[in-house]
């Protein structure tokens, strides 16, 4: 396990989080999960189509909104059940949510944000897994812009932020212009 130091954020890196196999089974599951979905969110009071494929997991029926958009779960699939518990071993953490992120190819991505909606409570623990195409992984302090990290985040890996991350930094996964397949991004978290 990785420790990353930045200051005001709490970042944990374990690159084979998954073995190859465990990666590439549970890949071609949720590439071909057949309730993906594309939304319209609304982002500086304009409403467009995201740049990537989403759903929702979890145990119960909370629903979980941002960005304008509210998404109603759907149940976590049972192949998904033993990711989620190894997160929870790892972060000492409960989690009852997982929202997924397929990104087709390059073009696809997700903007500047933080995970602070107030469904997830202060100081949030995220578990972020990557399969499929490796992707970079973008940080920026929110008061100081000098202050940035980037990571390329491998196919089988887990990011954990923790502590005052979501208050002190932003995060994105930028376009990228050259030729990549698939990702899939699944980020376990308690929505309360």
Excluded at 69 to 95: A, D, N, W
Excluded at 170 to 191: E, S
């Amino acid at each position: 396990m990785e420790s990353i130091e930045l200051q005001g954020a709490n970042l944990l890196y374990l690159e084979d989080f998954l073995s190859n196999e465990q990666a590439d089974k549970l890949f071609e599951k949720l590439l071909h999960y057949e309730q993906w979905r594309q939304d319209h969110i609304k982002i500086f009071g304009k409403e467009i189509l995201q740049p990537r494929l989403t759903a929702l997991f979890s145990d119960n029926n909370n629903a979980y909104t941002y960005s304008g958009l509210t998404m109603h779960p759907e149940i976590f699939p049972s192949y998904l059940t033993g990711v989620k518990e190894r997160c929870e071993e790892i972060c000492e953490q409960s989690f009852n949510a997982c929202l997924a992120n397929l990104y087709r190819d390059g073009q696809d991505s997700m903007g500047w944000h933080a995970d602070d909606e107030k469904e997830l409570g202060t100081n949030p623990v995220i578990a972020s897994v990557s399969i499929g195409e490796p992707r970079m992984f973008h940080l920026k302090h929110r008061n100081n812009k000098n202050l940035t990290y980037k990571k390329r985040l491998q196919h089988g890996s887990l990011l954990v932020m923790k502590g005052d991350t979501q208050k002190f930094w932003k995060h994105q996964l930028p376009i990228t212009k050259k030729q990549i397949g698939p990702r899939i991004n699944l980020t376990f978290r308690k929505i309360y």
